[in-house]
């Protein structure tokens, strides 16, 4: 089983529709959850964290559950501008440095 | 504030060939990150150095790679015979500290975009 498991897609919408990706990892110590977003030929960028008690950031939320070890991002109205790979995260440790986990990314494509 | 540096952005190479990348990290970022993005992939951690040292090398394949961070600010990453299979993209990234956990922000560079022939 891979550490960090993402559906590929691709994900068509049209524009202003409310899109969700999930995540499952393997790995139940696992401490830090985080998505990025990666636009075509470009470099991965940080889009926002996951916390426990989930978290929102404009149209975007993030939400963890532990027990079920699964993260999911839900993306409301969505915009031409959305269009990228999103690519789910995971750290596995409390302390020492233990390396990020990169799922394989779900691609995204909003269509007008 | 400048982002993380790398060059080349693309190269070319036979197999068997060497090749060379550089990177220059944020200023004052003490963690420097190298990962290997191949089409269709989540970036894969090679290497991660704290300072001038290694903190994690144990996906990196030594009998072919080799990095290095002498003065613990620019790194270079070396692949010395290229395979067919390298041909990818390689990921520069830093951060403040290298928090445990990951908690502290990777910032990424552009990337080099290898194709071996």
């Known amino acids: 089983r891979k550490e960090v498991e993402q559906d590929p897609g691709p994900f068509n919408v049209p524009e202003g529709a409310t899109v969700a990706f999930n995540c499952t990892y393997s790995?139940?110590?696992?401490?830090?959850f985080f998505w990025y977003r990666q636009d075509c030929r470009k470099e991965p960028k940080l889009l926002m964290s996951?916390?426990?008690s989930g978290n929102e950031d404009g149209r975007f939320t993030a939400q963890l559950n532990r027990a079920s070890q699964y993260i999911s991002l839900l993306i409301r109205d969505s915009k031409l501008s959305d269009s990228a790979t999103y690519l789910c995260?995971?750290?596995?440790?409390?302390?020492?440095?233990?390396?990020?986990?990169f799922g394989k990314g779900t691609r995204l494509s909003v269509i007008a | 504030e400048a982002g993380v540096a790398q060059s080349p952005r693309y190269k070319i190479i036979e197999k068997r060939q060497s090749v060379a990348f550089w990177c220059n990290p944020i200023?004052?970022?003490?963690?420097l990150y190298w990962y290997q993005q191949i089409l269709g992939q989540g970036p894969k951690l090679l290497i991660q150095?704290?300072?001038?040292?290694?903190?994690?090398d144990s996906q990196l394949p030594k009998d072919r790679f080799s990095a290095e961070r002498l003065k613990g600010v620019d790194s270079t990453l070396k692949i010395q015979p290229a395979k067919l299979e390298d041909s990818a993209v390689y990921l520069c990234?830093?951060?403040?500290?290298?928090?445990?956990?990951?908690?502290?922000?990777?910032?990424f560079g552009p990337g080099t975009r290898l194709t071996v022939l």
């Open positions: 990234a830093s951060s403040l500290e290298g928090l445990a956990g990951g908690t502290d922000t990777q910032y």
């Open positions: 790995n139940s110590a696992s401490q830090s």
């Open positions: 996951v916390y426990s």
């Open positions: 995260v995971v750290n596995s440790a409390l302390s020492g440095n233990t390396p990020l986990v």
């Open positions: 200023s004052g970022h003490a963690t």
């Open positions: 150095f704290q300072n001038n040292g290694v903190v994690d």
